[in-house]
């Protein structure tokens, strides 16, 4: 199974941007997929999760700024980021779980400037 994420870049703070994640293998069950980030020098933290049947989970850090919603039909995730911060500047990394495994996706760069 690969993941493939896509619509990083840079933007100045207060603004938008939409990551996807698509996972390569369509109909399989997926537990959760999700995002996490990690910023230089920094752990690897998570930012938003979405969870077979409908829950959303958030980090504090981005709640009622970052949306997340899944496409089934294409076992794609989608993160959308608002009112974005400087602080928000990482990699950005999409993560799938299918019963006990755990994937990852290659990262994508999220700059935000002040």
């Known amino acids: 199974v690969q993941l493939q994420a896509s619509g990083g870049g840079s933007v100045q703070a207060g603004g938008s941007l939409r990551l996807s994640c698509r996972s390569s293998?369509?109909?399989?069950?997926?537990?959760?997929m999700g995002w996490y980030r990690q910023a230089p020098g920094r752990q690897r933290e998570h930012v938003a999760t979405y969870i077979l049947g409908g829950n959303q989970l958030y980090a504090g850090s981005v709640k009622d700024r970052f949306t997340i919603s899944r496409d089934s039909a294409e076992n794609t995730v989608n993160l959308q980021m608002n009112s974005l911060k400087p602080e928000d500047t990482a990699v950005y990394y999409c993560r799938a779980q299918m019963g006990e495994v755990v994937y990852w996706g290659q990262g994508t760069q999220v700059t935000v400037s002040s």
């Open positions: 293998r369509v109909g399989l069950r997926i537990n959760s």
